[in-house]
């Protein structure tokens, strides 16, 4: 009698683990896009408010690195600009002279021009006033040429060094440490007071309020599946129970690969499978590396 109630219950462990295992079509393990985010600027870190399991916003600012030598830098091409500024030549001003000089020319030639017409004076004479004149007006264009000349150049020079101011102002932007993208700091690589160099890593981040499940299907389950059909996500919580989550079909791999070795068992592991991708939003239960089941 002992004997057969051993089977019995033997028998129905067996059917129990069956019925357990062929209740889900596909198993995998849950994974996120990490994003490492990095320095863009070389310096000590001032400012670095991190830790790691914090939740951060797109364009939180978090920190900042040592901007003390650029603001030093900034001011001394200021000064340099202030400097080259001063030296442009005020062309009004430096033309006056001469052209009270072709005023007195000109009223010169209306003079001896009008004596001329009625042959108060020579032809000689004449001449002298109109050569005075031209050579009058053809200073004030050679200095006006000279001086347009000498403004063009100090103000490219200028130009050049407002380039360069505008340059280190991008550099004390990129000193300030904004987080891009929202989510979890997974893993911290730095800590204040130490010195970063540009793409020196600082923290990892991920966003884990939408997370996805990684399975794997046989090629006969491929005529079950299709892009955004909804299907219901398994994972552990505790010995027996189960939690379960709506999810949603976002990729199918179009090869087919080997199952991965911590798949199913050894002799499953040699079949072809094709991987899908679940997207299930997390309630916080859910982490990464955790094992999910699929029912499709």
Known sequence: MKTIMLIALLIAAFISGCSTKSKFDASGSFEAVK???SSNADG??????????????????????????????????????RSTLSQVPNIPDQLAPLYVLLETAEREQRRVDTL??????????????????SEIEKKIQAQKSSLEMTTDYLQKQAASLNTEVEEVDQEIKNCVIVNPVS????????????????????????????????????????????????????????????????GTIEWISAEAEFTPKNILTRSERSNLVYAIKVRVKNDGFIKLGMYGEVRL
């Open 35 to 37: 994003t490492i985010i």
């Open 44 to 81: 000590t870190i001032k400012r670095f408010d991190v830790e790691e399991g914090e939740n951060l916003k797109a364009g939180q600012v978090i920190g900042y690195v040592d901007t003390l030598e650029l603001h030093l830098r900034k001011e001394q091409l200021k000064a340099q600009i």
């Open 116 to 133: 001329a017409k009625g042959n108060a004076v020579t032809q000689k004479q004449l001449d002298d006033a109109n050569s005075n004149v």
């Open 183 to 246: 989510g979890t700091v997974l893993t911290k690589f730095a800590e204040q007071y130490e010195v970063a160099t540009i793409g020196k890593p600082l923290y990892e981040i991920a966003d884990l309020t939408s997370i996805v499940l990684r399975a794997y299907i046989t090629g006969d389950q491929l005529d079950r599946v299709k892009l955004n059909q909804t299907v219901s996500v398994y994972v552990d919580n505790g010995p027996k129970n189960y939690r379960e989550y709506p």
